[in-house]
């Protein structure tokens, strides 16, 4: 039985822990036979990939500061340096300060909301050039979102509005590059309780409300993996600009 991902290389970012949905879904790439690069972020998030990577079929583990230029640029020089095309891109990148995310959203400091626009959106933006030029056949840029980015879910606050601005800029440049035949989406995944979600103040309610979605269950990291092999594969060769729900129907319901 073939693999949906046998003989693809894929970039996968924002692995911290193997809590992450990152890890999640760098272990259905693999499973479905991808070769994989994965970044981090200082040397503690290093320490933790290099322990994960042994079960993942990786072929290069290299820093990567999204804010940083200099970071990207690299990013680039390493994928060339491997000397086959890259297919697959996943941005799984957020961050807010966390007493921007404490404090009523009036009160959110300049400094905390562009903080959040560069690392949680505009990232995004950044990412997307670096990879370019590994993806002379096409590809898939997959981004993470949530709803927070259309409706209001307390405490999200800065997040959410970024979230909104990350979800814009999937879909410029998903028109932008798909003369390149590169598709861009977002999965915009259920509560699952990760390290930056333990962030949000509250975050056990959420949780807890998604037992009155449809299928009355919160989300599974897997099934958001699954979806992004999804979004990967040949496929989803006619998807781009979308947001791919996977929240156990939480989206549609009006609480």
């Known amino acids: 039985m073939s693999r949906l991902l046998e003989g693809k290389l894929a970039l996968v970012t924002g692995i911290a822990n193997r809590w992450s949905l990152a890890y999640a879904i760098a272990q259905a790439f693999a499973r479905e036979g991808a070769t994989l690069v994965l970044t981090y972020l200082g040397e503690r998030q290093?320490?933790?990939?290099?322990?994960?990577?042994?079960?993942?079929?990786?072929?290069?583990?290299?820093?990567?500061?999204?804010?940083?230029?200099?970071?990207?640029?690299?990013?680039?020089?390493?994928?060339?340096?491997?000397?086959?095309?890259?297919?697959?891109?996943?941005?799984?990148?957020?961050?807010?300060?966390?007493?921007d995310l404490a404090r009523p959203f009036v009160e959110t400091s300049r400094a905390g909301f562009l903080l959040a626009q560069d690392v949680s959106a505009y990232s995004l933006v950044a990412l997307a050039r670096a990879?370019?030029?590994?993806?002379?056949?096409?590809?898939?840029?997959?981004?993470?979102?949530?709803?927070?980015?259309?409706?209001?879910?307390?405490n999200y606050n800065v997040m959410g509005v970024a979230k909104a601005s990350l979800e814009a800029a999937m879909r410029y440049l998903a028109s932008e590059l798909g003369e390149r035949n590169i598709r861009v989406n977002a999965i915009s995944a259920g509560p699952v309780k990760t390290a930056s979600a333990r962030a949000i103040k509250g975050f056990s309610g959420i949780l807890d409300a998604a037992a009155r979605t449809p299928l009355r269950r919160n989300t599974d990291p897997a099934e958001v993996a699954d979806a992004a092999v999804f979004l990967a594969s040949g496929l989803a060769r006619g998807v781009t600009g979308n947001v791919l729900f996977v929240d156990s129907g939480m989206q549609i319901m009006g609480f």
């Not at 940083?68 to 086959?84: R, V």
């Not at 941005?91 to 966390?98: D, E, G």
């Open 46 to 99: 290093k320490v933790s990939i290099d322990e994960l990577a042994p079960d993942l079929n990786v072929a290069l583990i290299h820093p990567c500061d999204v804010t940083k230029d200099e970071e990207l640029t690299g990013l680039t020089s390493a994928l060339a340096a491997l000397k086959q095309p890259l297919h697959a891109a996943v941005h799984s990148l957020a961050f807010a300060n966390r007493e």
């Open 131 to 154: 990879v370019m030029p590994a993806m002379p056949e096409g590809g898939s840029i997959s981004t993470l979102t949530y709803l927070g980015s259309q409706r209001v879910v307390p």
